[in-house]
Every structure is written in C-alpha cells, then in structure tokens.
C-alpha cells in the first residue's frame, strides 16, 4: 500500500509517500480500504513533534479514517464490507488503515463515507461534547464560536444553533465570515478586528456572550474573558493561533466566570459509552437534517503535505479531507 510516513522530526514536518505492507489484522482489529482521511490541527503539530503525544519513529500520520472494511481479525464485531468510520492514534494517511474493531463505527446506510467521518470522527463529537456535556448549553443562550468556518468551528455553529442557542462568529477573512453566516450565525466578526469584543457586546445587548468556544487561543483566547458574560463559560478547544493564552484569574473573578478544557482525544478514550452517546446524538441530529457537514476540500492522498499546509496556514474551510485511491496491483 501506499502511505505517508514521518521518518525524522523536522520543523518543516517532512513526510515521504513511500510503499508499505498491506497490514495484516490481529484479534480485535480491522483493516480499512481508506475512502477518506480527515486532516486535523493535530496532524499539523504531530509531524513537526510538537504534539502533546509524540508517536514512535516512523510513523505514518492522521487520526481519523472512513471506508470499507476489508479484513477483520478474531473477535471482531465488524466484517468485510461493513462502512466504517473511527479515530485512530496514527495511520490514516494510507490507502488501507489498521482500526481497532473497538474504535470503529458503522456509518449508516445513506451517510457517504466522507460525510460520515466529518460528522462521526473528530469535529462534530468535538463541538457537541464541549457545548452539551462541557458548557451544559441552554435554550436561548447566546454562544460565541471562534474560527467558525474551520472544523470545529462549523460543527459548533450548527450543533448550537440546534439547541436553540443564538450563534456569534467569528473568522479571519471576509470569504470566511460568509461562511459563517450560511451556516447560520447572526452575527459574523474578523477577531482580527481590534473592535471584535465590542461588537460582541454591541449584538448582546452590553452583556456578552454566555458560552464562548476557543479553538484559537493566542490573544483571541485572552480577550475572550472580555466578552464573557456574568457566569459565562470559556470552552478551550484548541490553540490554532499559536501560544495558549495565560488568562488572568482576576478576570474571572469579576464574572464569576468558568474556563473549562475540551480534550475530546482524551475522553473518548476513556468513556467509549460516551462515544456511542455522543454519536447516536448527532446521527440523530443529521437524521433531522439539523446537521449538513461541511466539507471545504477534498485532496488525492499525494497532496497530503499541501493539505497540512492550507490547514496550518488557515487557508482551509469546514472538514479537509484526502481521498485515497487504492491502484489495483493486477493492471500495468
């Protein structure tokens, strides 16, 4: 098969496209013909070793994969044919992926292969984790989404807009902050706009935002404390914008307000029933048509470098995805 693999750290994050093994499956584990690889921030710092887990050399990189399952090893609940989505620690930029039978979701009949990643793998579990079980959102509420044309971002949106929740966006191009307003936000901002906090409050009547989802963090995470209202709750997700930001507890104090973290990877490790809860959610929420998945690009695997590189340089919309296409070995 064919793969990207991380041979040695660099700052660049080099990955050569090299041929491997097809993998072989062990008891409880499914190999996957890769129809889609979703390309996560995460992706970006892990091949330049500056993820918080630093996988053994070499490694082939991405986290997250959809396709049909191929071969499945003892004990396993899936087998050949099924469709199936799941996050794996590593592996996902190949034509075929090694998935643990336990990690590994059956996308419905209906949902396309790559729709089912975006809404079932890393992005939308992410969003309606930390507004449904993190922020404990309410009807009514009025949440404030940061980089809400990215991945999470959008899923954020729309899973708020869902709750009945009043959405606020903000985006770092003008392109971008239309995004945000088809997905439904009543208001859309550049948070490269000094006057961004002001408009929050401009739009919320001087209050600010009740819930406020970070994705960014840098100086947009620290002048988010501003635009919290009285016990408003600052979700941070991700530090897209660099450094993350040293928030003054004195701040808080004067809102009473609450920063809660959102390491998702970590949860669904640890509480696969959650998983399925989460995911029977959304999958009820797109049988709604509550949810549309936002797929921005979607790249032949050979351009996974260009495709880390839109991502790291925010030049990417909604879900980015590489699509593999197995070449069959018995043709010239």
């Known amino acids: 098969m064919r793969c990207w693999v991380v041979e040695a750290i660099t700052?660049?994050?080099r990955m050569v496209l090299t041929e491997r093994p097809d993998p072989v499956p062990g008891p409880g584990e499914l190999v996957v013909r890769v129809e889609a690889a979703g390309v996560n921030f995460a992706d970006t710092l892990m091949v330049r070793g500056r993820y918080q887990w630093k996988p053994?050399?070499?490694?082939?990189?991405g986290i997250e994969v959809s396709g049909e399952v191929v071969a499945a090893g003892p004990g396993c609940a899936r087998v050949p044919g099924d469709r199936v989505c799941a996050s794996v620690p590593t592996g996902g930029f190949a034509e075929l992926a090694l998935v643990p039978d336990a990690a590994a979701t059956v996308i419905p009949a209906g949902v396309p292969s790559d729709a089912g990643l975006v809404l079932l793998g890393v992005n939308y579990p992410t969003a309606w984790y930390a507004l449904h079980r993190r922020a404990a959102i309410r009807p009514g509420e009025t949440v404030l989404v940061h980089a809400a044309a990215g991945g999470v971002g959008s899923a954020a949106v729309q899973i708020a807009l869902a709750a009945g929740c009043r959405v606020i966006a903000t985006a770092g191009s003008p392109a971008k902050l239309d995004v945000c307003r088809r997905l439904g936000a009543e208001v859309a901002v550049s948070y490269g706009d000094p006057g961004w906090v002001e408009a929050v409050r401009a739009t919320t009547g001087g209050a600010g935002a009740d819930v406020i989802v970070d994705p960014v963090g840098g100086r947009v995470g620290l002048d988010s404390l501003?635009?919290?209202?009285?016990h408003g709750r600052l979700l941070v997700v991700g530090f897209a914008g660099g450094a993350p930001p040293e928030l003054p507890a004195n701040r808080l104090l004067l809102k009473e307000g609450t920063v809660l973290g959102v390491f998702w990877g970590e949860v669904k490790n640890r509480d696969p029933g959650?998983?399925?809860?989460?995911?029977?959610?959304?999958?009820a929420l797109h049988a709604e048509a509550r949810l549309d998945p936002l797929i921005g690009n979607r790249l032949p695997l050979e351009d996974a470098p260009a495709a880390l590189a839109q991502l790291a340089g925010r030049q990417s919309v909604g879900?980015?995805?590489?699509?593999?296409?197995?070449?069959?070995r018995r043709t010239p």
């Open 319 to 328: 879900k980015l995805l590489l699509t593999p296409r197995r070449r069959d």
């Open 274 to 283: 959650l998983l399925r809860d989460v995911q029977d959610a959304l999958l």
């Open 226 to 230: 501003r635009a919290l209202t009285w």
């Open 11 to 13: 700052d660049e994050g």
């Open 56 to 61: 053994a050399l070499p490694f082939v990189p």
